[in-house]
């Protein structure tokens, strides 16, 4: 099959033998991780597939996207708003990279202590290992963490159309006004690239593609409250993350087909892992693929994640926005509103990202929370010390793992988590507040 998509791929400027040398890796990963468990539902047969097609059909279709004159647009974070580029009937897909790749080359331009998912983007451009990044007509960067926003600096030269968003940090009224002028002028740049005018019956209509993907994760994570927990939260972020890559409709339907046959185990009480499997609510940085580490160790150790407090989890896709507006700044204000509810790290303060810690424990009826830190993140990895200080002081076991995309702390790491889940294990027997509803 690599052998139909080779001379895509060349023409996208890859590295064919380090790009065969990635995929190899990855379909190993895959199938070790995922293809090994046990009682899947059928409906990940779709997620399977997309996985094996990431770089292949899926790149081909943007392809002949482009071809038909639509533009696709590449981003770091989940402040782009996708809603003003499906307006354009362009494509979002996002860009960051979850393993370690032509390291040495990376810290010839970035300091070694810079957080893998930074290190990951640029090794993906460096090696010339990235489908998605050589088939963007626009890369987005934007002013989150100080890591980004440095290195942004870099990547414009290695890439002829970056643009950068800047990003407020404080949510004031300040912060709130900065934000929309940076949509407002996103969306003159998007207009400009695309050639497409913007009326409010296309932002709406962008509006209700990305709501309805937002719905059917939310009807997703709603079934993940049963117990037993009809999928393994493995599966559930690989359905998070393919949302970065797949085409919206599409996966729109495919995640409300898999809901469907989730919504028979849980009327049956049946599927997924055993009743009264320690429930992990997982919290932190974002994890995109194929960064499965943690969540792999976690489910080893014979607890289950119930959710995912992350930007490929929960807090990309928590709320809607809201397109009852009838003219066009209406909804764009909608989309500005929307957006500044996110809680990011890179906030502060950020107290509502400890209320909704704590609100998805509630939730998802977790027995604990593992906070994951990347290393060298400081946003994330200096909020960890308070978000484990609160959920401690509320009674909720909390475990701060910090790591990266290597290997070598495989072992340490799962000692940690086994003794972790041991602990709630004893205390979810004898609480036993865990019924089917
Ligand atoms: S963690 Fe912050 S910077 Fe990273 S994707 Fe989420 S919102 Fe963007
Ligand atoms: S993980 Fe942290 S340091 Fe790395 S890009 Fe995201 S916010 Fe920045």
């Known amino acids: 099959m ?27 990963g895959y199938e070790d991780i995922f293809l090994s468990q046990s009682d899947r539902p059928q409906g990940m047969d779709y997620f399977n597939f997309v996985m094996s097609e990431v770089h292949g059909l899926r790149i081909k279709e943007l392809m002949e996207e482009k071809k038909a004159g639509r533009k696709v647009i590449g981003s770091y974070c989940v402040f782009v708003p996708e809603e003003i580029v499906r307006a354009t009937d362009s494509t979002l897909v996002g860009l960051c990279a979850g393993a370690d790749f032509a390291t040495e080359e990376v810290e010839r331009l970035l300091p070694r202590n810079t957080c893998s998912l930074i290190k990951s ?16 007509d ?22 002829p159309n970056l643009y950068v968003m800047d990003l407020p940090q404080m949510k004031s009224n300040e912060g709130h006004a900065l934000l929309k002028g940076e949509y407002f002028r996103f969306k003159e740049a998007i207009e400009g ?35 037993p927990v009809p999928i393994f939260g493995l599966d559930a972020l690989l359905i998070n993350q393919v949302s970065f890559y797949d085409d919206p409709i599409r996966f729109t339907e495919s995640v409300n087909k898999i809901c469907d046959e989730l919504e028979v185990r849980v009327r049956e009480g049946k599927g997924g892992c055993p009743q009264g499997t320690p429930r992990i609510l997982l919290s932190g940085c974002p994890m995109v693929v194929p960064n499965w580490k943690l969540p ?29 507006g009838a003219a066009l700044d209406e909804l764009m204000e909608a989309i500005v509103d929307r957006y500044f509810k996110i809680d990011c790290a890179v906030f502060t303060p950020n107290p509502d990202r400890l209320e909704h810690v704590k609100q998805m424990y509630a939730d998802y009826r977790g027995n604990g929370v593992i906070h994951y830190g990347l290393q060298f993140c400081q946003p994330y990895q200096i909020e960890s010390l308070p978000v484990e200080k609160v959920l401690e002081e509320s009674g909720i076991p909390t475990l701060r793992v910090d790591t990266d995309y290597s ?28 019924s089917l509803s």
Request: overall charge negative; some cysteine.
């Open 296 to 324: 792999w160790i976690i489910e080893q150790s014979g607890a289950v994640i119930v959710g995912e407090e992350s930007c490929v989890g929960e807090r990309g896709i928590r709320n809607l926005t809201d397109d009852s």
């Open 407 to 434: 290997m070598e702390d495989v072992e340490q790491i799962k000692t940690r988590v086994e003794a972790f889940v041991e602990r709630i294990g004893m205390s979810t027997c004898s609480a036993c507040h865990f």
């Open 193 to 227: 690239l695309t050639g497409v005018t913007i009326d409010a019956t296309r932002l709406r209509k962008g509006i209700e593609i990305v709501n309805n993907k937002r719905k059917a994760i939310h009807r997703l994570s709603e079934l993940r409250r049963a117990d």
């Open 138 to 159: 626009m890369i987005v960067g934007e002013n989150t963490c100080d890591g980004k926003k440095k290195s942004y600096e870099i990547l414009d030269t290695l890439v």
């Open 2 to 28: 690599a052998h139909d998509y080779e001379q895509m791929w060349k023409d996208l400027g890859l590295d064919l033998a380090a790009h065969d040398a990635l995929l190899q890796v990855l379909g190993k």
């Open 121 to 136: 983007a640029f090794g993906f451009k460096l090696g010339k290992v990235c489908p998605y990044v050589e088939s963007s």
